[in-house]
């Protein structure tokens, strides 16, 4: 298993392995638009308008088409380091013999008398929720329990329970990568009408991004917009 130990670690991993997937696509994009630029201003008198307008409409699919066949595979790329973070749950195993079955429900009965008793001798309850909930975490049977008792705080402090038991058991690098997820599904959404050129730099100015927005539609019906802003020169921390 070759994962990140570090967030900066995994950031890097994120350069090379998800990034990575979009080199050329700007190369491709470019392509595809002097291709109906040549047709609409290069050889103008050419093609009727009707034809201009079908080739107008095909260019924006297979932009679209370009953009959902990258984003596909750096979805795949951002799963399979996902799988890496993802703990593998183990069957919580009911007991089998009638001897095991009752040592179970008399643990469980103990155990639940002792959540009682410490819910019950504190006013701080929020506080002796969470940390019930923090040492019974493996235990359905309580945390089930705790779970319909805990309707009886006031609701500010059930959500705030909520909140911060849901921060615990966030794993960081499960975070980030949700992050890049949620950011390449808007930025390659099939309803866009943005095209996000140097994608392959990544996203965040701090690391060295210089991704920059395109309006389609402006590079569709500008002469040699394909020539217009693209930068020259790199200057991104991953690139000689």
Known sequence: MNRAKSLSELKEKFKVDVFGVFDGMDKEYKALINSYNQAKFVQAGTYTSEYLDQLRSETMTKIKELMSNRYTVALH????????YTP????NLEPSTTEEKILLQLERNNNLLQVKARINSTEDKRTAYKEIYQ???DDEFILQYLDNLSYELKDYDRNLLKHELDEETKNPFIVEINKIKQSLKLLLSPSTTMYPSYLETGIDKEDGSIMTFRTISRDLDLKDSHKEGWKTKWN?????
């Open 88 to 91: 593998t749950v183990e069957p």
């Open 135 to 137: 040492e019974f975490k």
């Open 236 to 240: 991104t921390p991953h690139r000689n």
């Open 77 to 84: 790329k951002l799963e399979s380091i996902e799988n890496d």
